[in-house]
């Protein structure tokens, strides 16, 4: 057995005494996003519309990431819906920042690697970096919509008559919390991910304008810049898509006293 074998197990025995079902139920879900990633890769690879298969698999592991991770099914519809509408917005940003930045294929770091296979594989990477960037903030998009509707559901069920304005209030509070925490985990991700090809850069005295530009680098800070916004889209749309719900509540609690 590898490493990565008994790193899968272990993670499989902590999720299950901390969690327990929850945790059994996440874990399969784990397994099914990487079954989904395994399928998006084959149908790239059969020549299917790449904005078409991303879009359809990131619906299915948004999904899954969601409905198996909790229970409450007010807290999931909404957190599913905020994380659609962002994923569709970061995807619109993805295709004009790919369209400017050009940041598809292989680098020359990459060449030592490359030496001997054939480059003609018939598939744009231009959509594969689209998607590739898209799939990097699913994660970080669920888990900021997940924290937000569930941090604002638990301060309605304390005070169900909350006035709209300090709601709003509550979620600049709760949002603010999460985007910091947030944003420094995916800020040390791509740091620590590349601190050896930035070490690399600084022993080979590279300049300053090929530092910022080298693909390797300015791929990974894109897709980092994209997460962050990604945070930032969930606060906002949660935020709202619980204010909205709870207004309709109370507009149809206060009907429904009048008719009695």
């Known amino acids: 057995m590898n490493t990565i074998g008994v790193l899968i197990i272990i993670l499989f025995v902590l999720m299950l005494l901390v969690g327990h079902m929850q945790g059994l139920k996440v874990f399969i879900g784990l397994l099914l996003n990487f079954a989904a990633i395994f399928v998006l890769i084959v149908l790239i690879n059969w020549q299917f519309n790449v904005y078409i298969i991303t879009g359809i698999m990131s619906l299915i592991i948004l999904a899954v990431a969601i409905y198996l991770g909790a229970d409450n099914s007010e807290v999931t519809n909404n957190a599913f819906k905020t994380s659609v509408i962002v994923v569709a917005i970061l995807m619109i940003i993805a295709v004009i920042m790919q369209y400017f930045g050009q940041f598809q294929g292989f680098t020359t770091e990459n060449s030592e690697e490359l030496e001997g296979l054939s480059l003609t594989v018939g598939i744009h990477f231009g959509d594969v970096a689209i998607a590739v ?5 699913l994660g970080a998009v669920a888990e900021a919509a997940m924290a937000i509707v569930a941090d ?17 209030g509550h979620a600049k509070i709760i949002g603010g919390q999460i985007l910091g925490t947030a944003i420094n985990t995916l800020f040390f ?4 991910s590349n601190l050896p090809l930035i070490i690399w850069f ?3 005295k590279y300049p300053i304008a090929m ?3 080298a693909k390797l680098l300015a791929t990974e800070v894109v897709t980092m810049l994209l997460g962050m916004l990604g945070i930032l889209l969930s606060i906002w749309v949660a935020s709202w898509l619980v204010v909205r719900d709870n207004v309709r509540q109370q507009k149809v609690g206060i009907r429904h006293e009048r008719d009695i």
């Open 202 to 204: 600084v022993r080979l």
């Open 152 to 168: 604002l559901n638990e301060v309605l069920e304390r005070t169900p008559e909350m006035t709209s304005s300090s709601l709003y």
């Open 189 to 192: 991700g791509v740091l620590g």
């Open 133 to 137: 960037m898209l799939l990097s903030v």
């Open 211 to 213: 530092f910022i530009n």
